[in-house]
């Protein structure tokens, strides 16, 4: 595991053995230089809120809840949103906001995010794609410079929440994002689970990512959770919770449970057509329950943004 880039071991442990940031972390240096820094903080210099959304598994709704909370978020029409997409070998974003075959186009100013609402942008290496069958295969050193262009040249203009979007796990691009942003700041990370063993097993592991990057965790959001038939109203367990599910996690590790998303077939239906399944299905419980836990998420940036501006 990696063991953290503040620790006196960082670049020096076994796990280090072929990180392609494992130089920087022995030389003290991991993250941005002072140059970069500065670069990275001008350009987002007016991103008020950033939430990563993470989880050590595959395949427990990650993208989609990322989809759902930008969505979710831009429905104030008051607020800018924009969507980062950073699973660099899977990038699902655009087909979920439905974008794909979207183009990035390029100004004075930089990249321009493809925007699905005029207060909503979003930004992927779909867009960079000749057709959405194309194999992305790339070591970490160009995965990371693609993250820092995302960052350095996009023009994000005045954005009320970025939302970042990752692959799984706890690797390069998991490093790079919490290396790069820490230039300026993070809000936290909301964790996804299943409520499966096989998923919370990973999860614990991106929870320790977490604290070894001391990157601020806002809550974990147990998706799939239940599934009520919709003809007779039963509730069946597709993902038995053998071992207490995150809510038994949450208690042992000590970290907030944002709530609980039930299965809905009509999410993945809206996915596919690339449509908000909170404004095609306004009254399913998981739209409920997500607007529960998107209104937690904002509580939660706006109360750490006034403890950030009570500091200063």
């Not at 970069?36 to 595959?58: D, I, N, P």
Request: aromatic share 6%; hydrophobic share 35%.
């Amino acid at each position: 595991e990696c063991p953290g880039t503040g620790s006196a071991q960082a670049g020096r442990a076994a796990a280090c053995q072929g990180c392609p940031n494992q130089g920087l972390c022995a030389a003290g240096t991991a993250g941005p230089d002072p140059a970069e820094a500065a670069e990275l903080r001008a350009r987002l210099r007016a991103v008020r809120h950033t939430v990563l959304v993470l989880s050590g598994k595959g395949g427990v709704g990650k993208s989609t809840f990322s989809a759902l909370l930008a969505h979710g978020l831009a429905a104030d029409e008051t607020k800018q949103v924009a969507l980062l997409d950073i699973d660099i070998c899977g990038p699902s974003i655009p087909k979920m906001m439905g974008l794909e075959g979207e183009q990035v186009h390029q100004s004075g100013s930089g990249w321009s995010p493809v925007y699905v609402e005029e207060n909503l942008g979003v930004m992927s290496v779909g867009f960079l794609l000749s057709s959405p069958d194309d194999a992305v295969i790339w070591r970490g050193p160009k995965k990371n410079g693609l993250i820092k262009q995302f960052l350095r040249d996009v023009d994000w203009g005045e954005v009320d929440y970025l939302i970042v979007d990752t692959p799984p796990g706890t690797s390069d691009e998991h490093l790079s994002i919490v290396q790069y942003l820490s230039a300026i700041h993070i809000d936290g990370a909301v964790i996804v689970t299943t409520p499966q063993e096989v998923s919370l097993q990973d999860v614990r592991k991106e929870i320790n990512f977490c604290r070894k990057v001391k990157l601020p965790i806002i809550g974990v959001v147990e998706n799939m959770s239940g599934f009520v038939c919709p003809k007779c109203k039963n509730e069946s367990q597709i993902f038995p919770p053998t071992t207490g599910g995150a809510e038994k996690m949450c208690q042992n590790l000590n970290v907030s449970l944002l709530g609980k998303v039930p299965l809905d077939p009509q999410i993945g239906k809206s996915c596919d057509r690339g449509q908000s399944f909170l404004a095609e299905a306004p009254e399913s419980p998981a739209t409920l329950s997500y607007r529960n836990i998107i209104q937690r998420i904002q509580e939660y940036c706006e109360q750490h943004h006034f403890q950030e501006e009570k500091i200063m």
